[in-house]
């Protein structure tokens, strides 16, 4: 049985999702090499992720701010005008192009959860 554990927000252990990031992440649960495993990730004000993809699917609930998604297919890029704010869910498949914006004035923070490996591969 494990032991109730609560930390506040502030008290978090957020990195940098990757050198030089400006995104960064806090681990909550599971093996983010294996998966699956939770974070709580949050965007800086204005930042436009670059295209990209994770090998697993990840589900995510918006906690803070606004955002826009962004896919791309096999032969046109496709954005979004919508912009979503808190509550919102994301299912994002594994190894689907895509790219968030932060579309609002602060910073945003969201729930992933990801069925296996927490990681971020770089489109070409």
Known sequence: MTEKSITAYEDLPFAPLAEDSPVEIAMLWGNPVTGPAAVLVRFPEGYAEPWHSHSTTYHSVLIKGEFKTRSKDDNNDITSTDVYG???????????????????????????YFDGPVDFVLDE
């Open 86 to 112: 808190p509550g919102a869910y994301l299912l994002q498949p594994g190894g689907a192009v895509h790219a968030e914006v932060n579309a609002g004035q602060d910073e945003l923070v969201a729930f992933v």
